[in-house]
């Protein structure tokens, strides 16, 4: 067996992140100490594969884990020096993806996002980061936040938590969504002093293209492997009309133009035909939300190959920490949830899966149960390739900006591994994902096993 060796203060930083996540309750029994050991291979052997493709599961096989990848997969025996993980005939899946998340502004309020000490909100996100990788979703794309500094410290094993493709700062207009300055702060001096939360990352104002691109190439120069706009009203922002349109073609093409010279793209956060229009004529790849879009945007986007990237809203709980006037939006948006899922089918767009969470821990604790959602428009099977291998190829529009090249959400030689032990059939009962520390026997994440409710001490064949 190799030992992968760090050096003394990884692990000293690491125990100190697992100090802090027990004293505010984290339970972290499952994760093994900093990873401080590592087989460097792991066998699973005697599995049912859903390969996050096929709607049937495999015969009974077994799948070699050497380092982060997948090495061989065989309804043969595999002899290999490996920790043995035997898996009874259980599910083995990718690991989930959730396209649309904010992995900063899971837990603060609104107020103590903006106000509380930034060190503070890294801890209780590094908090998150770890809860939501114990609930299966071993990659996020980050859609708007500073989670530069998160997504480092877990790729250095500093925290356990998932991949995360970082959007950075959101763009946005004086008024727009993501523009939480009170009238007090008007008028803005351009060039002069920025907002609390443009200082801490969070969002970033724009009113002219040449702005526009400033704001985007400081999102890419921190490493940004998509940019966000936000392209019309919104829910949580207080100045936001749910039906106005915000940037220009001219503003938004200069953000895809910015993208571009990355190799990567644009997602801008839009609900109305405008919005969306104007974004996909200015070269927009992806559209965040759509829940209020007509007959003929969804047609406009199945043709030029847009992608959806939409939430199952289907009650007030996105709205649950927020004021009367912005669940009164959010009724908006839960209004045109069966429509935005029927368009999408009816012409075929190119749909992902996201929760976009904000404000609240307990229902960032139904991130599962939301995906099981769903199957009031999907089958089981349906569902769960949306959040593997749909979600995945999402991710690769990121081109050379992809933080982690290499296969993502699906089970097959050669893709990382990603990889979730389910105890039962989640094809024929996807219930079973709201429930995952129950039903969830092993997250593995790049190869490495963070949980594992089958052994205490790994078997060695």
């Keep these: 067996m190799s030992v992968l060796r760090k050096p003394a203060r990884t692990f000293k930083i690491a125990a100190f992140v697992a100090a802090f996540l027990a004293s505010i309750g984290m339970n972290f029994a499952a994760l093994p100490a900093a990873q401080a050991q590592q087989a460097s291979a792991v066998l699973f052997q005697n599995v049912r594969i ?3 493709k096929s709607a049937t599961l495999s015969a009974p096989s077994n799948v070699l884990i050497r380092n982060n990848k997948i090495e061989k997969i065989s309804v043969a025996p595999i002899q290999a020096d490996a920790q043995v993980i035997a898996g009874g005939e259980r599910v083995l899946m990718p690991g989930l993806i959730d396209a649309h998340w904010h992995a900063m502004l899971v837990r603060p309020t609104p107020v103590s996002a903006m106000a509380d000490d930034v060190g503070y909100n890294n801890l209780l996100a590094a908090a998150e980061a770890t809860a939501t990788l114990m609930r299966g979703f071993t990659t996020v794309r980050d859609m708007g936040g500073p989670s530069f500094g998160l997504k480092r410290a877990i790729d250095d094993d500093l925290v356990p938590g998932p991949r995360i493709y970082p959007s950075g700062a959101v763009i946005t207009i004086t008024g727009g969504h993501g523009d939480f300055r009170q009238l007090t702060d008007l008028p803005r001096t351009i060039g ?3 907002s609390r939360m443009e200082r801490i990352g969070g969002s970033m104002v724009a009113d002219s293209p040449d702005e526009v691109r400033v704001r985007a190439r400081e999102q890419l120069m921190q490493g940004a492997s998509q940019v966000k706009l936000t392209a019309g009203g919104g ?10 349109s915000t940037f220009t073609e001219l503003e938004l093409r200069a953000a895809v133009e910015a993208a571009e010279n990355w190799g990567t793209y644009v997602a801008v956060h839009a609900y109305t035909p405008v919005s969306i229009q104007r974004s996909i004529a200015a070269g927009a790849k992806c559209v965040e939300h759509g829940h209020l879009m007509d007959e003929a945007t969804a047609r406009l986007m199945a043709e030029k ?5 939409t939430q199952p809203f289907l009650n007030l709980e996105a709205a649950s920490a927020l004021g009367p006037s912005e669940q009164a939006k959010m009724r908006q948006v839960v209004a045109g949830t069966d429509r935005v899922y029927a368009l999408a089918k009816k012409y075929r767009i190119k749909t992902a899966f996201g929760t976009d969470i904000l404000f609240s821990q307990a229902l960032a604790e139904r991130q599962g149960a939301m995906l099981a959602d769903l199957t009031r428009w999907y089958t089981a099977a349906e569902a769960l ?6 979600n995945a190829e999402l991710l690769s529009l990121s081109g050379p900006r992809n933080p982690y090249p290499g296969k993502l959400g699906v089970v097959e030689e050669g893709a990382l591994a990603d990889l ?7 094809i024929d009962n996807i219930r079973l994902v709201e429930d995952p520390a129950r039903n969830f026997l092993v997250i593995m994440k790049g190869g490495k096993v963070y949980k594992n409710l089958l052994a205490q001490e790994p078997s060695r064949r």
Excluded: R
């Excluded at 190959?305 to 990237?309: H, K």
């Excluded at 390739?385 to 749909?390: D, E, K, L, N, Q």
């Design 50 to 52: 859903f390969d996050g």
């Design 305 to 309: 190959g847009i992608w959806l990237s």
């Design 385 to 390: 390739t949306m959040a593997t291998s749909t």
């Design 192 to 194: 002069g002093m920025l």
């Design 420 to 426: 979730l032990l389910v105890e039962g059939n989640p």
């Design 235 to 244: 829910v949580a922002s207080p100045f936001s009309p749910l039906d106005v």
